[in-house]
């Protein structure tokens, strides 16, 4: 049986992300042990609040060197909200902050006369073939709430876009890159989706 491990570095969501893996028929571990981690098949690393306090939690317990590890190594790694904003090199939420750079590029603000922060359902367009589209309806809707984005790296034509008043905008929703995998949709809401996802 799959074995997972979610990282435990006291930012939130922690019982949501367990139980929707227990929904599932998946016995999975909130952990910080290096042993637990590292027998993991998949590591998922989720989060709520400030991307500050998750990089300086990611620091107290010592995880940054042990997740480099299990990235390098090739193991699947999930990010989930807070998580998937710390998969990036920077984050410019609330100040200048290095993350992760387990994915290029970094998470600015919006600048948009549309409404900030960004919440609600909307709906994706794929505008390639991806993965994350099995088992998905041709335009899924999914729950947003957000007030930062991946920057202008050049490469929006790749990217599932979000369709805000009718107007499709261009957003590193639901992604990958090889292995680490970034997920936007909040914990609260997440659950239907996350579910469809691991089944995979």
């Known amino acids: 049986m ?9 930012v939130g969501n922690l019982a949501n992300v367990y139980n929707a893996w227990k929904r599932l028929g998946i016995e999975a571990a909130i952990t910080r042990d290096p042993a637990v981690i590292r ?13 500050r306090d998750a990089m300086g939690n990611l620091q107290k317990f010592d ?5 480099q590890e299990q990235v390098q190594s090739g193991k699947f790694f999930m990010g989930v909200c807070l998580g998937m904003q710390a998969l990036f090199e920077k984050s410019y939420e609330g100040g200048t902050y290095d993350c992760l750079g387990f994915l290029p590029g970094d998470i600015v603000p919006f600048h948009t006369k549309l409404k900030v922060p960004h919440m609600g359902w909307n709906e994706l367009e794929f505008r390639q073939e991806h993965w994350l589209q099995k088992g998905l309806p041709a335009h899924p809707y999914v729950y947003f709430v957000h007030s930062y984005h991946k920057g202008n790296d050049g490469l929006q034509h790749l990217y599932p876009c979000i369709r ?8 590193p929703v639901p ?3 090889e292995r680490p995998r970034r997920r936007t949709a909040p914990p609260e809401r997440r659950r239907l989706r996350h579910e469809e996802r691991v089944r995979l």
């Open 63 to 67: 995880l940054i060197p042990l997740l």
């Open 2 to 10: 799959m074995k997972i491990a979610i990282i435990d570095y006291e």
């Open 175 to 177: 992604s990958g890159k």
């Open 39 to 51: 027998d993991a098949d998949l590591v998922e690393l989720p989060g709520v609040g400030a991307i």
């Open 164 to 171: 805000r008043t009718g107007k499709c905008v261009c957003l």
